[in-house]
C-alpha cells in the first residue's frame, strides 16, 4: 500500500487525507496540536511516498527532511 503523510490539520489538510484515502494511500496526519507530532513524524518518513503540505504550515524541518529522503513534497492545493 502506498503511504502518504499530511502535515497541517486544518480544513484543506483533513480534505487531503479523505482524497489520499481515496486513491489507496494508508495516510499518517501530522499536526503539532491535534495529531501526531512533526518531531514524531520525522522518525515515520520510512516508506512514505506523497508528503502533502498544507498551506499554512510553514518549511520546516519535517518539510527539509522529507525533501532530503526525495519525497515528493507538494502543497494541498496541488493535490486538488
Keep these: 500500500m502506498k503511504k502518504g503523510m499530511v502535515f497541517g490539520a486544518g480544513v484543506s489538510g483533513t480534505g487531503a ?3 489520499l484515502e481515496k486513491m489507496g494511500y494508508d495516510v499518517i496526519l ?3 496540536k491535534v495529531a501526531l507530532s512533526s518531531k514524531e513524524a520525522m522518525n515515520r518518513l520510512e516508506g512514505i511516498s506523497l ?3 498544507s498551506p499554512g504550515v510553514p518549511y520546516t524541518k519535517l518539510v527539509e527532511k522529507a525533501k532530503e529522503l526525495d519525497i515528493e513534497v507538494i502543497d494541498e ?3 486538488a
Excluded: M, Q, R, S
Design 30 to 32: 501530522v499536526d503539532d
Design 17 to 19: 487525507v479523505k482524497i
Design 51 to 53: 508528503f502533502i503540505k
Design 77 to 79: 492545493i496541488e493535490l
